[in-house]
């Protein structure tokens, strides 16, 4: 009863240090999907439907995952309205980076069989393995089964792959 | 699903326990899955190191835009302020609509209450069996005091043919007492001496209030009919008005009678005629027995109103009749005597005065007018279209209706126009709101 009154009014401390905990999460997650242009823009944008619709969360998933939840929302709206189909790679990508010990594959070659993959699988890898989300969070985040997220990130990489089964060391 | 496809999983942590157990025991028994699974944990591996670093922008602008969005905002003050200003101008603009409503509710009632009270006191008759019976309380005509003597004059032969009035008069005698009672019940000495006198001399009749014009209801009504009536001879019919005016305690107040010889002259003839309300309904009868009746309207103007108030007034007056003669008696100065003696001459001016008044308006209300119009049949008012033009008609009524069409699309647009102060800032206000809503 006093934890559901206190989500049906806020205080203003609690909604900061949300903003302060996730903003970094938030932005970088805009960033990547829409480029870093929009990304202040629209991590403001999630903040403040996040302050405005606080007292709706149950408290039954992490505050990170439906913060993000709220960004993938605010984010598709953006793409619905600039007409964007498709993420460029780049965004979230950069084959310029310091090179990792054990790479088996040429980043080039990584980046094209990356950008044969559907929009949906590329999310599940972009969500798991650049922003390190859990499948259940991906699966809330995305508000599909979970089973359906495991299916996605296994498809993704058997098309990887297979996509690079040449240069494959 | 088979081991294969559990693999990433496998590597990703997010298997339970029986799946990782047979992922570990399938991987123990066969090398090519292990090196499968060295080449899912490298690819994540170079993901990972390939994420493009992202500095972070915006951070402090979007904190104060959260803080500022906490502080109650002039928009909302705004359009509180516009929402109780619509409220307050529909309130202002409607309400002397619901005002009109609420006392047209209660003339309708007025008028139901009096026209089941008139149906009732209808003498059957089948020549108004198909006339209209319109009756209402509009105000009609103004007050004639003149009236009243042609009452007196004719009141003996209204007594002496209206004896059902005495038996309704005398059934209503105790509701009149019951009115008149607290009136005079403490009047002074020379208050009961008058009404003594008025008792023992019943001549002037005017004199005396008649509630046998009160309605079912309480009301007093002043009744008043229109009739027009087709006759056979213009002069019997003359005549027979004139003996219906004499019968029905009233007289004739007015008459025109156009009746020249000759046979393709429409003969008419009209009155007006004033009988006492008791006899109204019998007059009405007996007139429309005259002929055929073309049409008949009556109506009643409720003088109720005034009389209470007249009565009100002079029971007051006689109470300040009677505290002045109280402070006579005890009055002992020639100036205190004199002073009172003064306001008591004043009151009992007053007193005369309303008396008066009251008088006027039993005399109206004793006395109700018919309007008769008679044409001697054969007259032109009963002509009909020699053929029905329905072309005629239907350009008519096509154009009605245009007209209807165009009147109503006038007024909308009035409508539109005048209301505009209310329904343009709501527009506004709406537009405003949902254009804020979508940015």
Same mark, same amino acid.
């Given at each position: ?169 | ?90 309130? @202002? ?50 007050? @004639? ?291 804020? @809503?979508?940015?």
């Amino acid at each position: 009863m006093a934890k559901s009154q206190a989500q049906a009014r806020p205080d203003q401390q609690t909604i900061e240090r949300l903003v302060t905990e996730h903003y970094a999460a938030v932005y970088r997650f805009c960033a990547r999907r829409a480029g870093e242009d929009a990304a202040s823009d629209l991590a403001q944008e999630t903040f403040l439907i996040m302050q405005k619709s606080y007292a709706k969360f149950q408290g039954k998933s992490k505050p990170s995952t439906w913060i993000i939840g709220i960004a993938q929302n605010v984010v598709r709206n953006h793409h619905r309205k600039t007409k964007i189909a498709d993420v460029p790679l780049t965004d979230w990508l950069d084959p310029a980076t310091p090179a990792h010990d054990k790479e088996i594959c040429d980043r080039q070659a990584l980046m094209q069989a990356l950008g044969k993959l559907s929009p949906d699988h590329r999310e599940a890898v972009l969500l798991h393995e650049i922003e390190g989300h859990t499948y259940a969070e991906i699966a809330e985040i995305l508000s599909v089964p979970e089973g359906t997220v495991k299916s996605r990130l296994h498809y993704a990489f058997l098309q990887l792959r297979t996509q690079l089964a040449g240069g494959l060391q | 699903m088979n081991v294969k496809e559990n693999l990433k999983a496998y590597l990703d942590g997010e298997l339970n326990e029986q799946e990782r157990a047979q992922v570990e025991q399938a991987l123990a028994q066969d090398p090519s899955l292990q090196q499968e699974m060295d080449q899912l944990t490298g690819l994540s591996s170079m993901l990972k190191s390939m994420a493009k670093p992202v500095p972070i922008k915006g951070y402090e602008a979007t904190r104060e835009r959260i803080a500022s969005a906490a502080k109650p905002s002039l928009a909302f003050v705004w359009k509180t302020l516009g929402a109780v200003a619509i409220v307050s101008i529909l309130a @202002t603009m409607f309400f002397p609509v619901f005002a009109q409503s609420k006392e047209a509710a209660k003339r309708t009632q007025d008028m139901m209450a009096a026209k089941a009270a008139d149906v009732s006191s209808t003498p059957a008759s089948g020549s108004t069996s198909s006339v209209t019976d319109d009756l209402s309380f509009e105000e009609k005509g103004e007050y @004639t005091p003149g009236a009243g003597a042609g009452v007196d004059l004719k009141r003996k032969d209204y007594e002496s043919f209206a004896g059902g009035a005495d038996v309704r008069a005398k059934s209503r005698a105790p509701m009149e007492e019951s009115r008149n009672g607290p009136l005079y019940g403490n009047n002074s000495e020379s208050s009961k001496k008058s009404i003594s006198e008025k008792s023992a001399n019943p001549a002037p009749q005017v004199n005396t209030y008649n509630p046998g014009l009160t309605l079912n209801n309480g009301h007093d009504i002043v009744r008043n009919a229109d009739l027009s009536v087709k006759v056979a001879d213009i002069k019997s019919a003359d005549l027979q008005v004139k003996a219906v005016a004499a019968r029905s305690g009233g007289y004739l107040e007015s008459s025109s009678v156009y009746a020249p010889e000759g046979e393709d002259v429409v003969r008419t003839a009209s009155y007006s005629i004033r009988v006492d309300s008791h006899q109204f309904d019998r007059a009405v009868g007996q007139l429309s027995a005259l002929g055929e009746v073309l049409s008949v309207s009556t109506s009643g103007d409720d003088i109720t109103a005034q009389i209470v108030d007249t009565d009100a007034r002079l029971k007051a007056m006689h109470s300040e009749e009677d505290q002045y003669l109280t402070v006579l008696k005890s009055a002992k100065k020639i100036g205190e005597i004199l002073e009172v003696k003064d306001r008591l001459a004043n009151v009992r001016q007053r007193i005369e005065s309303l008396e008066a008044q009251k008088k006027n308006f039993k005399s109206l209300a004793q006395l109700s007018t018919i309007t008769l119009s008679l044409t001697e049949d054969g007259g032109p008012v009963d002509k009909k279209p020699a053929e029905d033009d329905w072309v005629g008609n239907s350009v008519k009524n096509a154009g009605d209706i245009l007209g209807a069409v165009g009147k109503f699309l006038a007024q909308t647009l009035i409508y539109v126009a005048i209301l505009s102060p209310i329904w343009v800032p709501v527009l506004l206000i709406g537009f405003w709101s949902y254009r804020k @809503t979508k940015s």
